[in-house]
Protein backbone atom coordinates (compact mmCIF):
# COMPACT_ATOMS: atom_id res chain seq x y z
CA UNK A 1 0.00 0.00 0.00
CA UNK A 2 1.27 3.61 -0.66
CA UNK A 3 2.16 6.43 1.93
CA UNK A 4 -0.62 8.18 3.03
CA UNK A 5 -1.30 10.86 1.08
CA UNK A 6 -0.46 14.16 3.27
CA UNK A 7 -3.86 15.44 5.56
CA UNK A 8 -5.42 12.13 5.42
CA UNK A 9 -5.85 10.96 8.82
CA UNK A 10 -3.67 7.54 9.62
CA UNK A 11 -5.52 5.08 11.71
CA UNK A 12 -3.65 2.38 13.89
CA UNK A 13 -3.72 0.66 17.15
CA UNK A 14 -3.31 3.71 18.96
CA UNK A 15 -5.50 5.77 16.50
CA UNK A 16 -8.38 3.38 15.19
CA UNK A 17 -11.13 4.54 13.52
CA UNK A 18 -14.54 4.56 15.46
CA UNK A 19 -16.65 3.00 12.64
CA UNK A 20 -20.42 1.81 12.60
CA UNK A 21 -21.96 -1.80 12.20
CA UNK A 22 -24.75 -1.19 9.36
CA UNK A 23 -25.82 -4.93 9.43
CA UNK A 24 -24.90 -7.96 11.14
CA UNK A 25 -26.61 -10.42 10.00
CA UNK A 26 -26.67 -15.20 9.76
CA UNK A 27 -25.44 -16.65 7.00
CA UNK A 28 -25.39 -19.71 8.58
CA UNK A 29 -28.48 -22.04 8.66
CA UNK A 30 -30.73 -22.15 12.28
CA UNK A 31 -29.21 -26.67 12.79
CA UNK A 32 -26.11 -25.08 11.53
CA UNK A 33 -23.59 -26.50 14.05
CA UNK A 34 -21.59 -23.21 14.46
CA UNK A 35 -23.68 -20.01 13.63
CA UNK A 36 -21.62 -17.68 11.05
CA UNK A 37 -22.04 -14.19 10.57
CA UNK A 38 -21.77 -11.77 7.72
CA UNK A 39 -20.90 -8.19 8.94
CA UNK A 40 -21.18 -4.74 6.82
CA UNK A 41 -19.17 -1.85 8.81
CA UNK A 42 -19.56 1.78 7.52
CA UNK A 43 -15.95 3.48 6.86
CA UNK A 44 -17.80 7.01 5.97
CA UNK A 45 -15.41 10.15 7.15
CA UNK A 46 -12.65 7.80 7.57
CA UNK A 47 -11.37 7.78 4.39
CA UNK A 48 -9.91 4.51 5.26
CA UNK A 49 -8.52 2.61 2.11
CA UNK A 50 -8.13 -1.26 1.34
CA UNK A 51 -7.31 -4.24 -1.02
CA UNK A 52 -8.60 -7.10 -1.15
CA UNK A 53 -6.22 -9.52 1.03
CA UNK A 54 -6.06 -6.84 3.27
CA UNK A 55 -7.52 -7.47 7.50
CA UNK A 56 -9.39 -5.41 9.54
CA UNK A 57 -8.25 -4.81 12.80
CA UNK A 58 -10.78 -4.98 15.41
CA UNK A 59 -10.96 -3.93 19.43
CA UNK A 60 -13.22 -5.83 21.49
CA UNK A 61 -14.28 -5.66 24.70
CA UNK A 62 -14.67 -8.15 27.25
CA UNK A 63 -18.31 -9.79 28.53
CA UNK A 64 -19.65 -7.65 30.96
CA UNK A 65 -21.19 -11.09 32.75
CA UNK A 66 -17.45 -12.60 32.73
CA UNK A 67 -15.58 -9.17 34.22
CA UNK A 68 -18.46 -9.38 36.95
CA UNK A 69 -17.74 -13.13 37.59
CA UNK A 70 -14.10 -12.52 37.76
CA UNK A 71 -14.32 -9.56 40.26
CA UNK A 72 -16.60 -11.67 42.71
CA UNK A 73 -13.93 -14.44 42.58
CA UNK A 74 -11.24 -11.73 43.21
CA UNK A 75 -13.32 -10.45 46.23
CA UNK A 76 -13.41 -6.95 44.53
CA UNK A 77 -16.34 -4.51 43.93
CA UNK A 78 -15.18 -3.24 40.86
CA UNK A 79 -14.59 0.29 42.12
CA UNK A 80 -11.10 -0.24 42.79
CA UNK A 81 -8.92 2.17 41.10
CA UNK A 82 -6.03 0.52 38.89
CA UNK A 83 -3.68 1.64 36.84
CA UNK A 84 -4.89 1.57 32.80
CA UNK A 85 -3.09 -1.33 31.17
CA UNK A 86 -3.19 1.00 27.99
CA UNK A 87 -3.41 4.38 29.10
CA UNK A 88 -2.06 6.42 31.72
CA UNK A 89 -4.85 7.02 33.22
CA UNK A 90 -6.90 5.30 36.52
CA UNK A 91 -9.72 4.08 36.22
CA UNK A 92 -11.96 1.34 37.95
CA UNK A 93 -10.68 -1.99 37.96
CA UNK A 94 -13.71 -3.02 36.08
CA UNK A 95 -13.61 -0.76 33.75
CA UNK A 96 -9.58 -1.99 32.83
CA UNK A 97 -10.64 -5.81 32.77
CA UNK A 98 -13.81 -4.87 30.23
CA UNK A 99 -11.55 -2.72 27.87
CA UNK A 100 -7.88 -4.03 28.34
CA UNK A 101 -7.31 -7.15 29.78
CA UNK A 102 -7.49 -10.98 28.36
CA UNK A 103 -9.24 -12.60 31.27
CA UNK A 104 -9.92 -15.56 28.56
CA UNK A 105 -6.19 -16.63 28.62
CA UNK A 106 -3.84 -17.14 31.53
CA UNK A 107 -0.53 -15.48 31.47
CA UNK A 108 2.85 -17.91 33.85
CA UNK A 109 2.76 -14.36 35.90
CA UNK A 110 -0.91 -15.62 37.11
CA UNK A 111 0.78 -18.86 37.30
CA UNK A 112 3.27 -18.12 39.14
CA UNK A 113 2.13 -16.01 41.77
CA UNK A 114 -0.93 -18.38 42.58
CA UNK A 115 2.19 -21.12 43.22
CA UNK A 116 3.74 -18.54 45.49
CA UNK A 117 0.62 -17.66 47.58
CA UNK A 118 -0.59 -21.20 47.96
CA UNK A 119 2.77 -22.55 49.03
CA UNK A 120 2.70 -24.91 46.09
CA UNK A 121 -0.62 -26.17 47.51
CA UNK A 122 -1.74 -26.06 44.45
CA UNK A 123 -2.54 -28.27 40.79
CA UNK A 124 -0.48 -25.75 39.12
CA UNK A 125 2.60 -26.69 41.14
CA UNK A 126 5.65 -27.83 38.61
CA UNK A 127 3.57 -26.85 35.43
CA UNK A 128 6.18 -24.09 34.91
CA UNK A 129 9.12 -26.35 34.71
CA UNK A 130 10.36 -26.92 31.17
CA UNK A 131 9.89 -30.49 30.85
CA UNK A 132 6.11 -29.51 31.92
CA UNK A 133 4.76 -27.52 28.44
CA UNK A 134 2.80 -29.91 27.32
CA UNK A 135 1.52 -30.94 29.97
CA UNK A 136 0.57 -27.01 31.28
CA UNK A 137 -0.98 -26.69 27.70
CA UNK A 138 -3.50 -29.29 28.63
CA UNK A 139 -4.11 -28.01 31.73
CA UNK A 140 -4.95 -24.68 30.85
CA UNK A 141 -6.97 -25.55 27.72
CA UNK A 142 -10.26 -24.01 27.99
CA UNK A 143 -9.70 -22.74 31.33
CA UNK A 144 -9.90 -18.87 31.62
CA UNK A 145 -8.81 -16.45 34.42
CA UNK A 146 -11.47 -16.89 36.37
CA UNK A 147 -11.17 -21.11 36.85
CA UNK A 148 -7.54 -20.45 38.44
CA UNK A 149 -9.15 -18.23 41.33
CA UNK A 150 -11.97 -20.44 41.87
CA UNK A 151 -9.69 -23.30 41.74
CA UNK A 152 -6.68 -21.52 44.51
CA UNK A 153 -9.71 -19.36 46.80
CA UNK A 154 -6.75 -19.19 49.38
CA UNK A 155 -4.79 -17.10 47.09
CA UNK A 156 -5.67 -13.46 47.67
CA UNK A 157 -4.54 -10.38 45.28
CA UNK A 158 -4.99 -6.66 45.56
CA UNK A 159 -6.10 -4.71 42.42
CA UNK A 160 -3.31 -3.32 41.24
CA UNK A 161 -1.09 -6.81 41.81
CA UNK A 162 -3.69 -8.80 39.84
CA UNK A 163 -3.49 -6.22 36.97
CA UNK A 164 0.40 -7.37 36.20
CA UNK A 165 -0.53 -11.06 36.12
CA UNK A 166 -2.40 -10.21 32.86
CA UNK A 167 -2.15 -9.58 29.23
CA UNK A 168 -3.47 -7.24 27.63
CA UNK A 169 -6.43 -7.54 25.41
CA UNK A 170 -5.37 -6.92 21.64
CA UNK A 171 -6.62 -6.48 18.46
CA UNK A 172 -8.13 -8.98 16.49
CA UNK A 173 -7.25 -9.16 13.20
CA UNK A 174 -10.26 -10.34 10.51
CA UNK A 175 -9.35 -11.07 6.63
CA UNK A 176 -11.68 -8.42 4.83
CA UNK A 177 -14.40 -10.14 2.34
CA UNK A 178 -15.31 -7.35 0.31
CA UNK A 179 -13.69 -5.06 -2.77
CA UNK A 180 -14.05 -1.48 -2.11
CA UNK A 181 -14.30 -1.21 -5.86
CA UNK A 182 -17.81 -2.93 -5.08
CA UNK A 183 -18.46 -0.90 -2.02
CA UNK A 184 -16.78 2.31 -1.45
CA UNK A 185 -17.48 3.25 2.00
CA UNK A 186 -17.87 -0.21 3.38
CA UNK A 187 -15.93 -2.97 4.67
CA UNK A 188 -17.34 -6.80 4.82
CA UNK A 189 -16.12 -9.01 7.08
CA UNK A 190 -16.99 -12.83 7.37
CA UNK A 191 -17.23 -14.23 11.28
CA UNK A 192 -17.72 -17.74 12.56
CA UNK A 193 -19.07 -17.22 16.33
CA UNK A 194 -16.70 -19.16 18.71
CA UNK A 195 -18.79 -20.82 21.15
CA UNK A 196 -17.92 -23.92 23.58
CA UNK A 197 -18.25 -25.30 26.88
CA UNK A 198 -15.77 -26.48 29.28
CA UNK A 199 -15.37 -27.29 33.01
CA UNK A 200 -19.13 -26.48 33.61
CA UNK A 201 -18.65 -23.35 32.23
CA UNK A 202 -20.20 -21.64 28.61
CA UNK A 203 -17.15 -20.04 27.42
CA UNK A 204 -16.78 -17.49 23.66
CA UNK A 205 -14.62 -15.84 22.13
CA UNK A 206 -13.83 -12.65 22.53
CA UNK A 207 -14.14 -10.93 19.68
CA UNK A 208 -16.50 -12.81 17.66
CA UNK A 209 -18.80 -12.69 20.81
CA UNK A 210 -18.84 -9.42 21.30
CA UNK A 211 -19.38 -8.99 17.47
CA UNK A 212 -22.44 -11.23 17.33
CA UNK A 213 -24.09 -10.32 21.00
CA UNK A 214 -23.17 -7.07 21.92
CA UNK A 215 -23.66 -4.75 18.89
CA UNK A 216 -26.84 -3.13 17.37
CA UNK A 217 -25.98 -2.41 13.71
CA UNK A 218 -27.05 0.77 13.06
CA UNK A 219 -25.84 2.63 16.52
CA UNK A 220 -23.11 0.27 17.81
CA UNK A 221 -19.79 2.42 17.26
CA UNK A 222 -16.53 -0.16 16.74
CA UNK A 223 -12.91 0.95 16.68
CA UNK A 224 -11.09 -0.73 13.71
CA UNK A 225 -8.26 0.17 11.48
CA UNK A 226 -6.83 -1.57 8.50
CA UNK A 227 -3.98 -4.26 8.55
CA UNK A 228 -2.46 -4.25 4.70
CA UNK A 229 -1.80 -7.46 3.27
CA UNK A 230 2.14 -7.80 1.70
CA UNK A 231 2.03 -10.98 -0.42
CA UNK A 232 -1.44 -12.21 -0.23
CA UNK A 233 -2.69 -10.53 -4.08
CA UNK A 234 -4.99 -10.91 -7.03
CA UNK A 235 -2.22 -11.10 -9.96
CA UNK A 236 -3.20 -7.88 -12.63
CA UNK A 237 -6.19 -8.34 -13.72
CA UNK A 238 -5.22 -6.99 -17.69
CA UNK A 239 -2.57 -10.63 -16.98
CA UNK A 240 -4.64 -13.96 -18.03
CA UNK A 241 -3.09 -15.92 -15.00
CA UNK A 242 -5.25 -18.62 -13.66
CA UNK A 243 -6.10 -18.37 -10.27
CA UNK A 244 -7.41 -21.37 -7.63
CA UNK A 245 -8.58 -20.46 -4.27
CA UNK A 246 -9.24 -22.59 -1.79
CA UNK A 247 -10.91 -22.02 1.34
CA UNK A 248 -13.01 -23.43 3.44
CA UNK A 249 -15.22 -22.42 6.00
CA UNK A 250 -14.65 -18.97 7.43
CA UNK A 251 -11.33 -19.17 5.03
CA UNK A 252 -14.21 -17.96 1.94
CA UNK A 253 -13.19 -14.30 3.64
CA UNK A 254 -10.98 -12.64 1.35
CA UNK A 255 -12.31 -14.79 -1.58
CA UNK A 256 -15.53 -13.53 -1.55
CA UNK A 257 -13.50 -10.06 -1.80
CA UNK A 258 -11.33 -11.16 -4.64
CA UNK A 259 -14.47 -12.58 -6.90
CA UNK A 260 -16.00 -8.72 -6.06
CA UNK A 261 -12.60 -7.11 -7.26
CA UNK A 262 -12.37 -9.55 -10.58
CA UNK A 263 -15.80 -8.66 -11.32
CA UNK A 264 -15.11 -4.71 -11.36
CA UNK A 265 -12.00 -5.38 -12.69
CA UNK A 266 -13.16 -8.04 -15.50
CA UNK A 267 -10.10 -9.70 -14.93
CA UNK A 268 -8.92 -11.94 -17.77
CA UNK A 269 -7.67 -15.07 -15.92
CA UNK A 270 -9.72 -18.32 -14.92
CA UNK A 271 -10.50 -19.05 -11.36
CA UNK A 272 -11.47 -21.52 -9.74
CA UNK A 273 -13.07 -21.35 -6.35
CA UNK A 274 -13.00 -24.79 -3.53
CA UNK A 275 -15.27 -24.01 -0.84
CA UNK A 276 -16.04 -26.58 1.90
CA UNK A 277 -18.21 -26.71 5.27
CA UNK A 278 -20.59 -29.18 7.18
CA UNK A 279 -23.59 -28.93 5.41
CA UNK A 280 -25.07 -27.40 1.73
CA UNK A 281 -27.92 -27.25 3.47
CA UNK A 282 -27.12 -24.96 6.24
CA UNK A 283 -23.32 -23.74 5.46
CA UNK A 284 -23.31 -22.61 1.76
CA UNK A 285 -22.11 -18.79 2.54
CA UNK A 286 -22.70 -16.87 -0.57
CA UNK A 287 -24.27 -19.17 -2.70
CA UNK A 288 -26.50 -16.55 -4.38
CA UNK A 289 -23.23 -14.40 -5.15
CA UNK A 290 -21.21 -17.94 -6.24
CA UNK A 291 -23.57 -18.89 -8.94
CA UNK A 292 -24.43 -15.24 -10.27
CA UNK A 293 -19.91 -15.03 -11.00
CA UNK A 294 -20.31 -18.53 -12.36
CA UNK A 295 -23.23 -17.29 -14.87
CA UNK A 296 -21.00 -14.75 -15.66
CA UNK A 297 -17.77 -15.71 -15.90
CA UNK A 298 -16.12 -14.15 -13.06
CA UNK A 299 -16.12 -17.70 -11.75
CA UNK A 300 -14.88 -20.13 -13.99
CA UNK A 301 -15.25 -23.16 -11.56
CA UNK A 302 -16.75 -23.76 -8.17
CA UNK A 303 -16.16 -27.22 -6.41
CA UNK A 304 -17.66 -28.06 -2.98
CA UNK A 305 -17.12 -30.18 -0.61
CA UNK A 306 -19.81 -30.81 2.24
CA UNK A 307 -17.83 -32.94 4.86
CA UNK A 308 -21.20 -34.11 6.73
CA UNK A 309 -23.95 -34.73 4.01
CA UNK A 310 -22.92 -38.24 3.56
CA UNK A 311 -21.73 -41.34 5.59
CA UNK A 312 -17.82 -40.74 4.87
CA UNK A 313 -16.40 -36.93 5.59
CA UNK A 314 -15.31 -35.01 2.73
CA UNK A 315 -12.75 -32.23 2.77
CA UNK A 316 -11.40 -29.86 0.18
CA UNK A 317 -8.34 -31.58 -0.05
CA UNK A 318 -10.10 -35.27 -1.22
CA UNK A 319 -11.83 -33.01 -3.91
CA UNK A 320 -8.87 -31.51 -5.10
CA UNK A 321 -7.58 -34.74 -5.26
CA UNK A 322 -10.50 -35.80 -7.06
CA UNK A 323 -9.91 -33.07 -9.87
CA UNK A 324 -6.26 -33.76 -9.79
CA UNK A 325 -5.54 -34.09 -13.56
CA UNK A 326 -7.12 -30.57 -13.89
CA UNK A 327 -6.02 -29.07 -10.91
CA UNK A 328 -2.61 -30.24 -12.39
CA UNK A 329 -3.13 -28.57 -16.00
CA UNK A 330 -4.00 -25.74 -14.37
CA UNK A 331 -0.67 -25.55 -12.51
CA UNK A 332 1.28 -25.71 -15.73
CA UNK A 333 -0.67 -22.84 -17.33
CA UNK A 334 1.10 -21.38 -14.29
CA UNK A 335 -1.77 -20.66 -12.06
CA UNK A 336 -1.52 -18.99 -9.26
CA UNK A 337 -2.35 -21.06 -5.65
CA UNK A 338 -4.60 -19.33 -2.74
CA UNK A 339 -5.12 -20.94 0.76
CA UNK A 340 -7.02 -19.34 3.59
CA UNK A 341 -8.08 -21.00 6.73
CA UNK A 342 -6.76 -23.09 9.68
CA UNK A 343 -3.34 -23.76 10.04
CA UNK A 344 -2.91 -26.73 11.80
CA UNK A 345 -5.00 -28.87 9.71
CA UNK A 346 -6.57 -27.83 6.56
CA UNK A 347 -3.18 -26.34 5.19
CA UNK A 348 -1.29 -29.17 5.93
CA UNK A 349 -4.00 -31.28 4.03
CA UNK A 350 -4.09 -29.37 1.43
CA UNK A 351 -0.12 -28.95 1.14
CA UNK A 352 -0.01 -32.88 1.37
CA UNK A 353 -3.01 -33.12 -1.63
CA UNK A 354 -0.37 -30.87 -3.82
CA UNK A 355 2.11 -32.92 -3.37
CA UNK A 356 0.10 -36.09 -4.04
CA UNK A 357 -1.20 -34.31 -7.15
CA UNK A 358 2.35 -33.29 -8.56
CA UNK A 359 3.58 -36.92 -7.91
CA UNK A 360 0.37 -39.12 -9.74
CA UNK A 361 -0.59 -36.28 -12.43
CA UNK A 362 2.80 -34.83 -13.08
CA UNK A 363 4.70 -38.24 -12.70
CA UNK A 364 7.34 -36.36 -10.09
CA UNK A 365 8.95 -38.49 -7.31
CA UNK A 366 8.77 -37.46 -3.79
CA UNK A 367 11.74 -35.11 -4.17
CA UNK A 368 10.96 -34.10 -7.35
CA UNK A 369 7.47 -32.83 -6.20
CA UNK A 370 9.13 -31.23 -3.04
CA UNK A 371 11.60 -29.45 -5.26
CA UNK A 372 9.08 -28.05 -7.33
CA UNK A 373 7.20 -26.92 -4.57
CA UNK A 374 9.64 -25.35 -3.08
CA UNK A 375 10.16 -23.80 -6.60
CA UNK A 376 6.36 -23.05 -6.34
CA UNK A 377 6.82 -20.85 -3.15
CA UNK A 378 9.71 -19.10 -4.28
CA UNK A 379 8.09 -17.65 -7.65
CA UNK A 380 5.24 -16.40 -5.14
CA UNK A 381 2.72 -18.68 -6.72
CA UNK A 382 1.74 -20.44 -3.44
CA UNK A 383 -0.24 -17.78 -1.08
CA UNK A 384 -1.44 -18.18 2.05
CA UNK A 385 -3.57 -16.82 4.53
CA UNK A 386 -3.69 -19.10 7.43
CA UNK A 387 -4.13 -18.70 11.44
Not at 43 to 50: A, D, K, P, V
Not at 241 to 251: E, Q, S, W
Request: with cysteine; proline share 5%; glycine share 8%.
Amino acid sequence: MSTPEPGKPVYNVKNPFIAKVNKAFDISGADAPKNTRHYEIDLEGGELEYTPGDSLAVQPTNDPVLVEDTLKALGFTGDEIVKHPKTTLEVPIRQALIEATLITEIDNKLIKAIIEKTAGATALAGLLEPEKKQELKGYLWGRFVIDLLLENPSAKFEPQEFMLTQKKLNIRLYSISSSQKAHPKEVHLTIATVKYTSHGRERSGVASAFLAGRITPGQTLIPVFVNHGKGFRLPDPQEATPVIFIGPGTGIAPFRAFLEERHATAAKGKAWLFFGEVSEKTCFFYKDEFETWLANGTLSKLTTAWSRDQAEKIYVQHKMLEHGAELHAWLEQGAIVYICGDAARMAVDVDKALHTILEKEGGKTAEEATAWMAAFKEAKRYRRDVY
